[in-house]
């Protein structure tokens, strides 16, 4: 059985909202300001404000009568926050997100997605320079330079949960960043009964990690190619099939892996019906049927709304100082864990002797609604603008 926390029969208010998200950032973060207007509480407001507003710290201190002016916010933080900081921010951010992880969790084994994130970058960028973050990509959003973090994101039915974010340096190897995500998880005692990467993961580097692993299990989609060889030459017969396949290297070599190879069909515009190949390395998961793997994978997709709700509380800045956008990316999923533990404090109803969560009564939008509010109840906003007399 699961371990339930008691329900309280508090109120969540937008008050309790901000102060609870505020009391984890001073927990785990190290921002101060000493000044007579700016405290280090107005710092972490304005930074929430913000984020939950996906907008610009300028904006926010502009909207806002008694909030300390945007120059002097921005000078703190680009004095804290350089980019020799940025993986001691990372770490703040794993412990804070760990912070907020029910002990329910490490129960029963859970099922981990990992994935890359990146969020778009429209300013220059120097390849030599040491403090360069922004890692290229295939064009997206009207740019193909991105700021990237890597997740490990626990698929349990609703809930989602960030395990562990790694920030990404245009320099690091894929294969060590899964090492770390995995040595993370394993440090927080979530029982893992499967790990799910996509296309990206499929590396002779990033197998050979995942094979590394003693009974570790794991599903990764194979990207096909080739005209006619290649793993594009597997797609044949009128069934799906387990078979072994051999994928060559020069730089890295040989490796050969157990493989699913999967036929679906999907239904086109026009009505017609279309089969579909799909190609899954598994490991150390034999006992599982074809058709299941398909529909186990799919499951991993939850990730994506995972980076869709990271949208939706991220601030924004035109500043070129990685440490700020990548505090920008932390903070973004940290509120989502926040976000998912204030339903297991304040929201949990009896219901036929168990306890169920009213989600659709505290979604998303409506705690970023309460955070603005608290903060905006505490400064005061501008309500009317006067015509200045000549």
């Known amino acids: 059985m699961p371990k339930i926390v008691i329900p309280q029969t508090d109120k969540l208010t937008d008050r309790k909202t901000l102060d609870f998200t505020i009391a984890v950032l001073e927990q785990y973060f190290d921002l101060s300001a000493e000044g007579y207007i700016c405290q280090t509480r107005d710092l972490y407001q304005i930074l929430v404000d913000a984020a939950v507003g996906q907008t610009y710290i300028e904006t926010v201190c502009n909207d806002l009568i008694g909030a300390p002016d945007s120059n002097t916010v921005r000078g703190y933080l680009k004095e804290q926050l350089t980019p020799d900081q940025i993986r001691a921010i990372q770490r703040r951010c794993n412990r804070a997100l760990a912070s907020q992880l029910p002990e329910w969790l490490r129960d029963h084994p859970k099922e981990v997605a990992i994935d890359l994130h990146d969020a778009p970058y429209y300013g220059k960028d120097d390849l ?94 194979v990207p096909i190619r080739g005209k006619k060889g290649g793993t594009r030459a597997l797609c044949h017969g009128r069934g799906s099939y387990r078979t072994n396949y051999t994928f060559r290297n020069p730089e890295f070599g040989e490796l050969t892996v157990p493989l699913a190879v999967v036929r679906t069909f999907r239904t086109r515009r026009d009505g017609t019906v279309q089969a579909v190949w799909l190609i899954y390395v598994v490991l150390n998961a034999k006992d599982v049927s074809l058709r299941k793997i398909r529909k186990l994978y799919r499951r991993r997709f939850g990730i994506e709304s995972s980076y869709r709700l990271l949208e939706q509380v991220r601030g924004r800045t035109t500043a070129r100082n990685p440490a700020l956008r990548f505090l920008w990316m932390g903070l973004a999923l940290l509120i989502g864990n926040i976000w998912i533990a204030l339903h297991w404090k304040y929201l949990l109803q009896r219901h036929r002797g168990r306890y169920r969560v009213l989600r659709k009564h505290f979604i998303l939008d409506r705690m970023a609604q309460f955070l603005r509010r608290a903060v905006e109840n505490i400064y005061g906003v501008i309500s009317s603008v006067e015509p200045i007399s000549p």
Request: charged share 30%.
């Open 128 to 221: 030599d320079d040491k403090d360069c973050w922004v890692c290229r990509g295939e064009a997206r959003q009207g740019t193909t330079r991105f700021y990237r973090c890597a997740t490990a994101y626990i698929m349990h039915k609703d809930v989602r949960f960030t395990l562990a974010v790694i920030f990404v340096h245009p320099d690091d190897d894929l294969a060590k960043i899964v090492k770390q995500l995995i040595r993370r998880v394993k440090a927080l005692k979530i029982k893992v009964k499967c790990y799910y990467c996509d296309k990206g993961f499929c590396s002779i580097p990033v197998l050979r990690v995942l094979l590394a692993e003693p009974n570790l299990s794991a599903i990764v989609a």
